[in-house]
């Protein structure tokens, strides 16, 4: 089974920028459609980003279009999420996971993909 690991999360000030990564060991993710979601205490968790098993097609949630970008290096069986212009509405803790459903359908919604990490707390600060 593969196992996730996100990491790259913490503090920063508004307008900052964060890298993060969820590093796949166990199998290689490199045939999976991957995205990253994200939680914040009381709301439901939310698409963020995704992205496809080859890095040709990447997707975004409207409140982060043109802020974040997704990416992957599966050499490295990584997949990544550069974060700039951060807002306190960011704060949250983020999720990477893999899309188990029709991918072109289904890449915004939480309940077709496999979570298997625990998440890096993201907190921006006004």
């Known amino acids: 089974q593969v196992q996730l690991v996100e990491s790259g999360g913490g503090l920063v000030q508004a307008g900052g920028s964060l890298r993060l990564a969820c590093a796949a060991s166990?199998?290689?993710?490199?045939?999976?459609?991957m995205g990253w979601f994200r939680q914040a205490p009381g709301k439901e968790r939310e698409f963020v980003a995704a992205?496809?098993?080859?890095?040709?097609?990447?997707f975004y949630a409207d409140s982060v279009k043109g802020r974040f970008t997704i990416s992957r290096d599966n050499a490295k069986n990584t997949v990544y999420l550069q974060m700039t212009s951060l807002e306190p509405e960011d704060t949250a803790v983020y999720y990477c996971?893999?899309?188990?459903?029709?991918?072109?359908?289904?890449?915004?919604?939480?309940?077709?993909?496999?979570?298997r990490g625990q998440g890096t707390q993201v907190t921006v600060s006004s």
């Open positions: 992205i496809d098993w080859i890095g040709a097609r990447t």
């Open positions: 166990g199998r290689t993710i490199s045939t999976y459609h």
């Open positions: 996971a893999r899309n188990t459903g029709n991918f072109y359908y289904s890449y915004a919604v939480p309940g077709r993909y496999d979570y």
